[in-house]
Nanobody
Framework: QVQLVESGGGLVQAGGSLRLSCAAS????????MGWFRQAPGKERELAAA????????YYADSVKGRFTISRDNAKNTVFLQMNSLKPEDTAVYYC?????????????????WGQGTQVTVSS
């Protein structure tokens, strides 16, 4: 079992930055692939970024590529999402998720554990 708790969301102006953190419980955090998803009102949940168990491989949705960076610190059981050059269309609830996999996972249905989400609002 893995419990995930996100933090770092908030209100920011367009062009600004936020850093999301996801703290995981359990001693096997390093065995999980991790992902950051987001869901805007009236839209489906979508993958923003994902990372493999070592942190050596990452994936980014086209909409965030070049602006967001996913990273992890296995010693601290934490995964991060650095978000720069934020746009109003980035406004969403952001969810951290863990997949019982060592490779990068892009399919939402392959994720086994989810956090409660943190709101990110970008004003124009």
């Amino acid at each position: 079992q893995v419990q995930l708790v996100e933090s770092g969301g908030g209100l920011v102006q367009a062009g600004g930055s936020l850093r999301l953190s996801c703290a995981a419980s359990g001693r096997t955090f390093s065995s999980y692939a991790m992902g950051w998803f987001r869901q805007a009102p009236g839209k489906e949940r979508e993958l923003a970024a994902a990372i493999n168990w070592t942190g050596g491989r990452t994936y980014y949705a086209d909409s965030v590529k070049g602006r967001f960076t996913i990273s992890r610190d296995n010693a601290k059981n934490t995964v991060f999402l650095q978000m720069n050059s934020l746009k109003p269309e980035d406004t969403a609830v952001y969810y951290c998720a863990a997949s019982i996999s060592t490779i990068v996972v892009v399919n939402l249905r392959m994720y086994n554990y989810w956090g409660q989400g943190t709101q990110v609002t970008v004003s124009s």
